[in-house]
């Protein structure tokens, strides 16, 4: 595969990618393929296939048809290099576990289990890394059916930063944040953004703001344009894009939208 | 009540309740953060056949009935990894099979009936100083290979999809998982029996999860309980003569029921540290 030398190397590339559920068509030929340092967003209706896809890069799922790397291998290989954060963080909100051991569970797989007594230090101090940039670390010894949706939420991106993650996937990550929390949400994440590669998944267009670098729509079908001319009305269309799925079922439609500064 | 104690046969069936206890705090945690209850009910009941299996041919009750044990947890393995939506009707067909298998192998077996009720009802008071042996190693290799794969079964229990994520094995530790719950029940079914095997893998661990703060002080509070519940158990029915399987689970009864008033009581207070 040729590669032009002048722009970034994607962190994920994925080309021509089917997939369906017991017969039932959820992609058809999707094509993405997302830069390191992207902050990309994905967008369409519910059940239009975003879960799916972000299941696709992490692994978890096999694309019927069609190839995606991920850092540059297969996406199992590459599962432990990217950070996830679930759509449904309220599963399970009766276990006896705390904040403090949610977000331990990051780390596993990096050493995690038996260890030497340095490396159980260097684990502490990462948790303690993530827990403080998240600014859940006060909340560590509670248990997780004691915490509010939003809190819940900021431990479980604290989970999936502790292991240093070269890509943060969101799933539906702003549902449990109220909407004044949202604009300091996408701070925090435009924060994270200078050293990850970010890919959020949300269907409500409203969670658009100016920090997301690209936008691309998934119903059923996806094209994304990387780089390209900005032009409010690319901008306008990209808020009206999902309406324009539900109305007509008409799939894809990619556009680049504003980079700030 | 020291008197008690100076009987060889009660010294020996407080040892295996205590053995037991360890056992149902840690397994039958597990059991119960899972949601796998009828699960383990599949593999203690098809674990009756091994029973019969053992006394038809004559093998020692350890060996048929861990066997039978073993194999009847990888089979729901296989089926749940598989083919989840169907597992709840094969684990009720294995369930069925296995006792009644188990009870025609007794009818077959020439002149032999007495031990049938032992088994259903457990004979706490008639483990011999071999078996102790044999269950507290079962015992210890149960509670060493949760105690060495924790967190691993911590971040299956609590969020599967991450755990595979995160490259935990979750198949092989769930199919371990189910190993580890077939050899705690044939030691479990030595105490309570068969049909009390469940109760005692879940009441403690019931009691235990709303007042801790992690799996581990689940698992501890959840022994701790069940070892009080044996213990009281024991000497209740030693005191009425009364069938000891039977009024250890009426002892843990009465201190679920007791638990749930508590938490009732001081609703604030569930959930605390460790």
């Not at chain 1, 701070?187 to 970010?198: G, P, Q």
């Not at chain 1, 269907?203 to 032009?231: F, Q, W, Y």
């Not at chain 2, 009281?232 to 009425?240: A, D, E, T």
Request: aromatic share 6%; hydrophobic share 50%; net charge positive.
């Amino acid at each position: 595969m040729e590669r032009n030398r002048n722009r970034p190397e994607p962190v994920i590339d994925i080309r021509g990618v089917w997939f369906s559920y017991n017969g039932q068509s959820v992609l058809e030929g999707v094509n993405l393929v997302v830069p390191r340092g992207d902050f990309l967003v994905l967008i369409g209706p519910n059940g239009g296939g975003k879960t799916t896809l972000l299941k696709l890069i992490l692994g978890l799922l096999a694309p019927r048809r069609g190839e995606i790397a991920v850092l540059g291998t297969s996406p199992p290989r590459a599962a432990h290099r990217v950070g996830y954060v679930p759509q449904n963080v309220h599963v399970n909100k009766s276990f006896p576990i705390c904040v403090h051991d949610v977000v331990r569970m990051g780390r596993l797989g990096a050493g995690g289990g038996r260890m030497r007594p340095g490396a159980r230090r260097e684990e502490e101090a990462a948790v303690r890394r993530a827990m403080e940039e998240m600014g859940v670390w006060e909340l560590r010894r509670r248990r997780v059916g004691q915490l509010s949706g939003g809190q819940l939420q900021r431990a479980f991106i604290a989970r999936a930063l502790v292991s240093r993650p070269e890509i943060l996937l969101l799933d539906e990550a702003m549902a449990s944040i109220d909407a004044q929390g949202r604009a300091e949400f996408y701070d925090l994440l435009a924060e994270l953004n200078r050293s990850v590669t970010i890919v959020a998944v949300t269907h409500d267009t409203m969670m658009l703001s100016p920090r997301v670098k690209s936008v691309a729509c998934v119903n059923r079908r996806l094209h994304h344009h990387a780089g390209g001319e900005i032009t409010p009305e690319l901008l306008e269309a990209a808020y009206r894009c999902p309406v324009d799925l539900v109305a007509h079922g008409v799939p894809h439609r990619v556009f680049e939208v504003h980079r700030e500064g | 009540m020291s008197e008690i104690l100076h009987m060889e046969f009660m010294r020996h069936a407080l040892a295996a309740g205590l053995l037991v206890s360890l056992v149902c705090g840690v397994i039958g945690t597990l059991v119960v953060v899972n949601r796998i209850v009828f699960l383990a009910g599949g593999i203690a009941h098809a674990a009756y056949g091994g029973i019969g299996l053992a006394i038809f041919l004559g093998w020692p009750f350890l060996a048929g009935t861990l066997g039978v044990a073993l194999a009847a947890a990888a089979a729901m393995a296989a089926v749940t990894l598989r083919a989840r939506h169907r597992a709840d009707a094969v684990v009720g067909v294995i369930w069925a099979v296995g006792m009644a298998a188990g009870i025609v192998l007794i009818d077959l077996t020439p002149g032999y009936r007495s031990d049938l009720m032992s088994y259903l009802f457990g004979s706490i008071l008639a483990v011999p100083a071999s078996e102790l042996g044999e269950m507290a190693v079962i015992a210890a290799l149960v509670v060493g290979v949760v105690a060495w794969f924790y967190p691993h079964f911590l971040a299956m229990s609590y969020d599967p999809e991450f755990a595979r994520i995160r490259r935990v094995p979750v198949a092989a530790l769930y199919s371990l998982m189910l190993a580890l719950i077939a050899a705690s029940v044939v030691i479990v079914i030595r105490v309570v029996g068969l049909i009390l095997v469940i109760a005692l893998l879940t009441i403690p661990p019931f009691i235990a999860e709303s007042f801790s703060g992690s799996l581990k002080g689940m698992m501890a509070r959840a022994t701790a309980l069940s070892a009080l519940f044996t213990v009281v158990g024991l000497f209740v029915s030693y005191g009425l003569d009364l069938t000891s399987g039977a009024t250890i689970i009426l002892v843990a009864a009465a201190g679920f029921g007791a638990a749930l008033l508590w938490r009732r009581l001081h609703p604030a207070r569930a959930g605390g540290a460790g």
